[in-house]
């Protein structure tokens, strides 16, 4: 979870409980009423990515890590960078 300029980031790297595809998402919520904007999701999603497994936030970036976005290299991952 992160928080920047009244944003709260908040990350779900399994994706939804009835899948358990873990394909991950990032869910951007308003700091002072805990109304949801956003629903950010990869656009090269790939399963168990754990997109969302480490969010942060500074100055109207977000970063998000999805450490098993690349299955066929050992040890490898992404992040990808928003504009928030």
């Known amino acids: 979870m992160a928080i920047d300029n009244?944003?709260?980031?908040?990350?779900?790297p399994i994706g939804g409980f009835a899948k358990e595809d873990g394909s991950g998402y990032v869910y951007l919520?308003?700091?002072?009423?805990?109304?949801?904007?956003h629903k950010i999701s990869p656009n090269d999603a790939s399963d168990h990515g754990n997109?969302?497994?480490?969010?942060d936030m500074d100055s109207g970036r977000l970063a998000v890590g999805a450490p098993s976005t690349n299955n066929t290299e050992?040890?490898?991952g992404a992040l990808y960078v928003f504009s928030v």
């Open 6 to 12: 009244g944003v709260i980031a908040v990350g779900a």
């Open 29 to 37: 919520f308003n700091a002072t009423t805990g109304q949801q904007l």
């Open 51 to 55: 997109f969302g497994y480490s969010v």
């Open 74 to 76: 050992l040890n490898t």
